[in-house]
């Protein structure tokens, strides 16, 4: 299975300034078809994951552009360019170019 | 609009079944993969299982193998998880997602507690 390691597990940011996450898989997440299937969701307490980021780079409709995607290969990042209150949760990567779909351990973002 | 609406789950005991249920609509169902991913609690998330838009190809996680059977009726708009043989570990909120558009919309998700 392609195992997907986030860091760091825990991320305080002070309202206003930047964040990055970094996930990391075990192989290449390349798919034979050429393309690159990763994604981030964000996990509010109590509430179901909601996608924010497709295939690297791409924002699902209404996510702020302060949200980025990038990478390649086996290393990924999600930058917030400024952090805002609504941005507080558990942050996952995951991965669907192999089977087991799998996401990485979470990172919790918190204002501090 | 689209909705992923699951059901089925509750409490049973180590050993026992249950079915869940998830009923989709806005959007044309028969023609994306949809999943069922768990998330234990205060846990991560897992896949569990995936299914093909006609349903002839599924596949498992290992550690459901044998034990759990997706499946989709698209005339209902609606797709399943048959759960046998449950154990404590099973316990988790199970989310039903549109695979297909790649997991870009899950339900609300239904709880499985395996405990006697």
């Known amino acids: 299975d392609v195992v997907m390691t986030q860091s760091p597990l825990s991320l305080p940011v002070t309202l206003g300034q930047p964040a990055s996450i970094s996930c990391r898989s075990s192989?290449?997440?390349?798919?034979?078809?050429?393309?690159?299937?990763l994604s981030w969701f964000r996990q509010r307490p109590g509430q179901s994951p909601r996608r924010l980021i497709y295939?690297?780079?791409n924002r699902d409709s209404g996510v702020p552009d302060r949200f980025s995607g990038s990478g390649s290969g086996t290393d990924f990042t999600l930058k917030i360019s400024r952090v805002e209150a609504e941005d507080v949760g558990v942050y996952y990567c995951?991965?669907?170019?192999?089977?087991?779909?799998?996401f990485g351990g979470g990172t919790k973002v918190e204002i501090k | 609009e689209v909705q992923l609406v699951e059901s089925g789950g509750g409490l049973v005991q180590p050993g026992g079944s249950l079915r869940l249920s998830c009923s989709a609509s806005?959007?044309?169902?028969?023609?994306?993969?949809m999943s069922w991913v768990r998330q234990a609690p205060g846990k991560g998330l897992e896949c569990v299982a995936h299914?093909?838009?006609?349903?002839?190809?599924?596949y498992y996680l290992d550690s459901v193998k044998g034990r759990f059977t997706i499946s989709r009726d698209n005339a209902k708009n609606s797709v399943y998880l048959q759960m046998n043989s449950l154990r404590a570990e099973d316990t988790a909120v199970y989310y039903c997602?549109?695979?297909?558009?790649?997991?870009?919309?899950w339900g609300q998700g239904t709880l499985v507690t395996v405990s006697s």
């Open positions: 997602a549109r695979e297909g558009g790649g997991y870009d919309f």
């Open positions: 806005g959007f044309t169902f028969s023609i994306y993969w």
């Open positions: 299914i093909q838009q006609p349903g002839s190809e599924k």
């Open positions: 192989q290449s997440l390349v798919n034979g078809d050429g393309n690159t299937y």
């Open positions: 295939n690297v780079s």
């Open positions: 995951m991965q669907r170019s192999h089977w087991p779909h799998t």
